[in-house]
């Protein structure tokens, strides 16, 4: 090849790598703009946004995009179980609370557990839930609704925690955070329900409530009874299936004299007649209880979780059972 053609060579493919080179130079810059684009539009997709969802009652609810004052009474332990902090909490008599939620409640002020629409103005909402339709009742709903938007569980996610937990979760846009709650409790349930089985066997249980010197004892399905029976397998008395058979209630009120037919290997009792000195366990009767006479009753306060159903309640039931059985 001659000298001529050598440097036309040489031209030549020094051109084109100055020419690739600008090509490559060219595409690297709508690449910075695209991933730029990709990131303003991510950006404006992450913004949370106010939502509408429609309640048990067909009420189209705008839900704030970041509620931070909420009031949802009745449904507190669905709240603490998502992590979320109510502006103010159900109570009853003076102050009294969920004692079990204590802990994580502590700084909550109380509101009357009827709603006074003055008192739930007073704390200034954002954000509203009840925890059943019979809560708004008789134009309610319009009243809550001018004071913030007001969302109504309906009454089947009432009597399922379970349903009621995951219809939060979505109100707050954390349906993942609800079922993760949900997968952790079955994990335990499961795991003590194993426990149960290792060191009772089929032996049966019951939990009663004493208040007022009146007896009422727990339903099969439902409340701590639903934890009882359907989450840890524990074994059901007759005397229980067959009051739980006509029960219209999470308690339902069982005399003395039949729960001296009580055949509960164990029984847990929840006592909220303390400081009353002519409580009715000092009665005959009740020492003739099969439990009693063995020594198998397990006392528990009113503020503590047997009383309540939800994620944390049924968790705290799941600790005393356990304690209590597994020795």
Known sequence: ????????????????????????????QPAEEDATNENDTASEETVEKDRVLTDALGNEVTIPAKPERVLASYLEDNLVALGITPVAQWSVREGETQGYLAKELESVPT????????????????????????????????????????????????????????????????????QKVLD??????????????DAIGTQSAAAVWLVNNSFFIVSDNLSSGAVMYGDLGLTVPSVVEEISAS???????????????????????????????????????????????????????????????????????????IENLVK
């Open 1 to 28: 090849m001659n000298p001529t053609k050598k440097k036309l060579y040489k031209l030549a493919a020094i051109c084109t790598m100055a020419l690739a080179l600008a090509a490559c130079g060219n595409d690297e």
């Open 111 to 178: 509101i009357p557990h009827d709603l006074p629409f003055e008192a739930v103005t007073s704390h200034n909402p954002d954000l509203i839930i009840m925890d059943s339709p019979g809560m708004v009742e008789g134009g309610k709903y319009d009243q809550y609704n001018k004071i913030a938007p007001t969302y109504v569980i309906g009454t089947e996610e009432n009597n399922d925690w379970r349903q009621e937990l995951l219809t939060i979760g979505e109100i707050f846009g954390r349906e993942d955070d609800a």
């Open 184 to 197: 952790d409790y079955q994990a335990k349930a499961d795991d003590a329900k194993q426990q149960l089985t």
């Open 247 to 321: 029960a219209t209630g999470n308690w339902s009120a069982i005399s003395l004299e039949k729960l001296v037919e009580l055949d509960a290997d164990h029984l847990f009792l929840i006592n909220s007649d303390t400081k009353i000195e002519d409580s009715a366990i000092k009665e005959e009767l009740w020492q003739n209880i099969p439990a009693v006479k063995n020594g198998n009753v397990y006392e528990f306060g009113p503020d503590t979780a047997w009383l309540y159903t939800g994620a944390v309640a049924n968790g705290q039931i799941i600790d005393h059972i």
